[in-house]
């Protein structure tokens, strides 16, 4: 189709306004309406991708508004470019988008009665936000898409648990704090390039030889900072664990998987296609020191996840943790560590679906994600259990799943280039989280009821065990999406050499070196 | 604490002021912003592009229209967060009563917003539509109708302003506003063009693809006005009641 890269927003667009409207015909609709527009915008974007993909120089860019790009600088009009890279981020945000919409069914009917249409017309805007996120090219459009996703992050969070206004607000304020300190960034960027296009700011900055520039130096401060706290860096990272543990949980399933990882794309797009890799690492002092504040990030954020007693708080630290790895992938500067990051957040949007949609199956079945409530749960619930552990062992890193893969790419940059910091980081981190997953099979697996009957299976069989299945699985409307879930994080794994072609066809086009660099 | 937070806030300024040492020149030829092509395709072809006198309305609603429809849909997200965090969260709270004074309406101040109202709420078509020409357009246009609302509201009760504008209403009109937007645009891509390329309406409308660009930025500006001025009073209507949509201020 010749416009498939307008269709991802507007399907959305329009179902949210659509469900909006719906309750004044049938409230019921909000639901079908959803789902439907979340799987025409999935289909839009595998045709854009595929587009890109087959498209000579593996880009293409569409003009809203039909205007110009002839001009020097470009950007008369707003334009969306859709590289491989873009395409495929923003492929994962409408998967993950459709998969939790799916699943939502039963949880948003429960936990915000009466306020469905609301909430899904929230929710499908919040994904075209993020999708738009990655597909847009222009430096301001950015920013108002973030606008459009954290709205309506404020909006899914708060209408939670008692605490989630409090947790919504706190998110609100460092959300906040965040866009307007990247907003400030684009705006001096303007005022020394004289236009908005990512492309065309870099072109200037090229031409003109930018790169001393004290306004251009302070511009990547402030937008690089911005970014940091929109997605949640170890220091900033305070709003994450309230917002997902209190939020309704479809919120969080939708959150957590896509928005700091979206976060960490756009740090990688600013890099690439607006600061250029030259001005990034070679101008400026971030190589030398942000892998160091990489390691206190992950050390840290893997001892709070140690410390938690319930499920989702834990994953939720989680989520700090591999975004220390992927910023750190981008900034030991180095082209493997760079594949590494974009293929992590790739398999880890996936993974941490998958964690989320089976800790919020735990919870709809068992009323707690508390450790203790959740003994034996094996022999209940075998498939929901095994498509948790599935995207569990992901995030330590064992062979067959997409997460082993993502993190080889991360350990092999950091040796390449010679950071053996962060590899050692990394090392520590994912023995941390093999304590943490083993903490959780024991108790699920190898428990023993009240009466001291063992139920557990405990060894082997984590597949289909066939009386079992039937044993109070969750419902199918839940159960689909986690299984499909896990079955992609399997694929990717198994794909991985596929996945990584196409980001190596796209890092072609950008100078990323492969040996030592930093001194 | 205090103290304490002052240190980011002045190594912010600090940092600001510091890049601001190396802004071009005002009115500095030699600039790259200055020698951008952008901002003179903008002088010099907006009245040929879209026959619109007013660049700032030009730029807003055609050459960056793309933003200005996402900035109206933060606006439709801003109302319904508000409702959706707001709707039933004060059950079985009882009603704060620290400001509230027990009085009629009072005569000069009714009598005076009855006269004004109108005033106002013409004044607010004449913004919207004059928005080509002079400063104004579809937010400004908005928020001068939703204003003369939440007037209404306040010098009488919340009961008054709602029986003209009931609150269901609103959604209504705010999801509708959105759909006037994007249905332009859509329209436009439908009709061959891309998203928002307005001139491809000359194909179904008897106009030059300049003056369709200008009939269509009055479209979209319709769009804007309609869900700015619902969520105004959405948002006024929500927080002055806690939620409860009764008595108000």
Known sequence: ?519 | MKLFSLIPVLAIGALLLWAGQDFPKWGDLASPASKSSVSSHFIAKTGVDTEVPNMVTAVLADYRGFDTMFETVVVFIAGTAVIAILRGSSIGRPRRKDHEVEAEPDLIVTNTVRLIVPVIQIFAFYVLAHGHVSPGGGFQGGVLMGASFILIALSWDLEKAMARFPIERCLFVAAMGIVLYGGIGLLSMLLGGEFLDYAELEKIFPVSRGMARYYAILGVEIGVGFTVASIMFVLYANLASEGRLKEGL
């Open chain 1, 1 to 519: 189709m010749e416009n498939s890269i307008a269709w991802i927003f507007i399907f959305p667009l329009f179902g949210s306004a659509f469900v909006a409207l719906s309750r004044y015909v049938n409230i019921k609709l909000a639901y079908p309406i959803s789902v439907l527009s979340m799987a025409g915008a999935f289909w839009a974007g595998v045709e854009t991708l595929q587009q890109a993909v087959a498209s000579p120089n593996h880009e293409i860019s569409y003009l809203l508004g039909g205007w110009t790009l002839d001009l020097y600088p470009r950007g008369v009009g707003i334009e969306f470019r859709a590289d491989i890279l873009a395409s495929l981020i923003a492929l994962i945000v409408l998967g993950v988008g459709l998969l939790v919409t799916i699943y939502s069914k039963i949880h948003v009917e429960k936990e915000t009665r009466n306020k469905e249409a609301i909430y899904y017309s929230l929710m499908l805007l919040q994904i075209t936000g993020l999708a738009g996120i990655c597909l847009t090219g222009d430096a301001f459009n950015l920013y108002v898409l973030i606008e459009v996703a954290a709205l309506t992050g404020y909006g899914l969070i708060a209408m939670g648990s008692n605490r989630a206004a409090a947790a919504s607000y706190n998110y609100l304020i460092l959300g906040t704090i965040g866009a307007s300190l990247y907003l400030l960034g684009v705006g001096y960027l303007y005022i020394k390039t004289g236009t908005l296009n990512m492309v065309g700011i870099r072109e200037v900055i090229e031409t003109h030889g930018l790169a001393g520039s004290q306004t251009m130096q302070v511009a990547f401060v402030l937008i690089g900072v911005g970014i940091l706290i929109k997605m949640a860096f170890f220091p900033f990272h305070a709003w994450l664990p309230h917002a997902y543990c209190n939020a309704p949980t479809t919120t969080s399933c939708l959150l957590a998987p896509l928005v700091t990882k979206v976060m960490i794309y756009v740090m990688i797009r600013m890099i690439l296609s607006v600061f250029g890799v030259e001005f990034s690492f070679e101008s400026t002092i971030w190589v030398s020191w942000m892998p160091w504040l990489v390691v206190i990030a992950i050390v840290c954020a893997a001892f709070l996840a140690l410390s938690q007693r319930e499920i989702k708080r834990m994953l939720a630290y989680l989520i700090v943790a591999e975004v220390g790895y992927m910023v750190g992938g981008v900034w030991i500067y180095n082209y493997y560590g760079l594949i590494g990051s974009i293929f992590h957040i790739i398999s880890d949007a996936c993974m941490t679906l998958c964690l989320f949609l089976g800790a919020g199956i735990i919870l709809h079945k068992c009323k707690t994600t508390h450790f203790d409530g959740i003994r034996g749960l094996f022999s209940k619930m075998p498939l929901t259990v095994t498509g948790f552990f599935v995207g569990g062992f992901s995030i330590i890193g064992l062979p067959p799943t997409c997460g082993f893969f993502s993190k080889w790419y991360l350990i092999t940059g950091g040796m390449v280039s010679g950071r053996w910091e962060y590899l050692v980081v990394l090392m520590f981190s994912t023995m941390v989280m093999v304590i943490l997953f083993f903490r959780l099979i024991e108790r699920i697996h190898l428990a023993v009821d009240e009466s001291g009957k063992n139920l557990g299976h405990g060894h082997g069989d984590l597949g289909l065990s066939n009386e079992q299945t039937r044993f109070d699985e969750a419902p199918l409307v839940m159960l689909i999406p986690l299984l499909v879930a896990a079955s992609t994080v399997l694929l990717i794994g198994v794909y991985n050499q596929e996945v990584v072609n196409q980001i190596e066809t796209f890092l072609q086009a950008y100078d990323m070196p492969t040996g030592v660099v930093y001194k």
